[in-house]
């Protein structure tokens, strides 16, 4: 069995993110490359969140939360939008990719991927906590890519 992975060809796992993926720049984000995908998965689902922006915002901050990605799916391209899958809404209250931000210095970012036994019903204004309870008892595998900002 193939292993399930997230990379990107924007940085390598624990690498710095280029400066344009920030929310204050360019805010899209960056290219992803998805391989091993499980045979028996329905969908896929991503959670961009900051652990460490617990300290200055009381919170892991979530960035990006999408689901009912197709499981085919092998590229996420730079500045992508899918009218397949749906995406969710982030904690700046953007339904969209909300890019690295950090308020006090370098922070490490997780792009974490989920394969999923089954599609998702929810609703666009679904955060990453809810994203995270329908998934409960449905993921078949995940996998995880990280980056630290700023770069």
Do not use: C
């Not at 360019?26 to 995908?37: A, F, K, Q, R």
């Not at 919170?59 to 009912?68: C, L, M, P, S, T």
């Not at 308020?103 to 609703?123: I, M, N, Q, S, V």
């Amino acid at each position: 069995m193939e292993d399930f992975t997230l990379e990107s060809p924007a940085f390598d796992h624990g690498d710095r993110i280029p400066e344009e993926y920030g929310y204050t720049k360019d805010n899209v984000n960056p290219p992803l490359e998805i391989d091993g995908v499980p045979d028996d998965a329905e969908a896929l689902a991503l959670i961009v969140d900051d652990p460490d922006a617990k300290e200055p915002a009381g919170k892991v901050w979530d960035h990006w939360v999408v689901w009912n990605v197709s499981p085919e799916t092998e590229t996420i391209p730079e500045d992508w939008q899918s009218d397949e899958a749906t995406v969710g809404t982030n904690d700046w209250g953007e339904r969209d990719y909300g890019g690295p931000n950090p308020p006090d210095g370098e922070h490490t970012y997780r792009f974490k991927l989920f394969a999923l036994e089954t599609t998702l019903e929810l609703g666009s204004d679904a955060g990453a906590d809810d994203l995270e309870s329908a998934m409960d008892g449905h993921v078949l595998e995940r996998t995880r890519l990280e980056g630290t900002y700023p770069a």
